[in-house]
């Protein structure tokens, strides 16, 4: 068996700042560290996080006053930090900072006038955080969504949820200009971020080219998910693989060339013991 390990593994800049702060902040903190959600989309670094003392909550409510809360990654609603400042809550948000820039140009169309459309999985805390930014923004998740009329005589900004992939997004914008001749002006932002793209047009090549696909990373990670889909699409066995304990590698041939390929959170030295599982006596 030969592993064909693709450039674009281990961590984006994003969660790997993410990630940095966050340990950064529990090796300053002799109290526990509380966390809105899940930090990054991936169950063993989350995990790995919690042994160290870090408690993840579903909402500022059920921190207690005057303690630390990490707000996630991929964004978190505005009305978070109102709750927080009233309960005396101290914030560290590791927003990633293409998210944040995504969040500016939702409130510029906003301000704008014109009719925000954000192409996205509707209940992504991502889609949901810039939601709260546009109340009435329309979110579209599937060509099947795209309404008829919809946007007469208006001014629109299409941006899209950082983790898309980009046939998807241009499929969407064409659909919603066939299905809306009537609109004023169309704005196009094409919001999904460059890690994203590099890794979705890498997993294209490498599933062509290999006999065998593993995507490494957690199945709640939006933009892993999209890489298998992707992958299976073009090379029927291509694998999500969330851990070395996985099942998967009983299906795994023994010959051949193996690619491997990561979501953006999934850290480095899981990909390692991946590679190391295959190379296993089997």
Not at 26 to 49: F, K, T
Request: aromatic share 4%.
């Amino acid at each position: 068996m030969r592993v064909k390990l693709a450039r674009h593994t281990g961590f984006c800049a994003g969660v790997k700042r993410a990630i940095s702060i966050t340990e950064k902040t529990l090796e300053a903190s002799d109290d526990a560290v509380y966390c809105l959600g899940a930090i990054i989309h991936n169950a063993q670094v989350m995990a790995r996080l919690q042994s160290r003392n870090l408690v993840q909550v579903d909402s500022p409510a059920k921190v207690p006053a005057g303690s630390k809360l990490i707000l996630p990654s991929h964004g978190s609603p505005h009305k978070v930090r109102s709750e927080a400042r009233r309960r005396r809550i101290r914030l560290i948000d590791v927003m990633c900072p293409y998210v944040s820039s995504v969040h500016a140009i939702c409130s510029r169309i906003r301000k704008a006038g014109m009719k925000v459309v954000i192409i996205g999985d509707k209940d992504h805390p991502e889609v949901r955080a810039l939601a709260e930014l546009a109340p009435d923004a329309s979110i579209i998740s599937d060509i099947g969504g795209i309404r008829h009329n919809a946007f007469c005589a208006c001014d629109v900004g299409i941006i899209s949820q950082t983790t898309q992939s980009r046939e998807k997004f241009l499929a969407m914008v064409s659909g919603i200009l066939e299905k809306n001749p009537k609109v004023r002006s169309v704005h196009i932002y094409n919001t999904i971020c460059l890690d994203t793209s590099c890794r979705q047009e890498e997993v294209r090549d490498l599933a062509r080219s290999v006999d065998q696909l593993l995507v490494i990373g957690s199945r709640s990670s939006a933009n892993t998910n999209r890489l298998y889909n992707i992958g299976r699409r073009i090379n029927r066995r291509t694998y999500l693989v969330e851990s070395a304990a996985s099942g998967v590698f009983n299906r795994i041939g023994r010959h051949g060339t193996v690619g491997i390929i990561s979501g953006a959170s999934a850290p480095d030295w899981l990909v390692q013991q991946i590679v190391r599982k295959l190379k296993e006596p089997r």
